[in-house]
């Protein structure tokens, strides 16, 4: 059966699309961390914490997650315009999805500690 869509690679055997798929990873792992850092922060407020922790974890979101990310997917424009091999991308692009979603899942936990830290201070 022909696919609708011409030229969409299977499974990731054209080069040309890789930082489309990590583009697209990006971009669900931003709405992700953002979902649980607004989570993990309202529910660490509730109990009681100073709500300083909140705006801080939405300034770092700002200031360093966006950054980062946008950093990230210039990285991989660069190496899908590249020389690598299929192969060679396809083992780079997992090592960088286990990092990205591996930190859009634990740092919004990491303010857990630092909220206590505060209360104890404070």
Known sequence: MAS?????PVAGHSSRYWHRKMSNNLAWALV???GLQICVISGVVATG????????GIAVLIAAVVPAARGMERRWEALSQGDLSTPRLAALFRIDQLRLWGAALFLPLAWIPLGTLFDLIG
């Open 49 to 56: 914490a100073s709500t300083i922790l909140y705006h801080l």
């Open 4 to 8: 609708i869509f011409p030229g969409n």
């Open 32 to 34: 992700l961390f953002t």
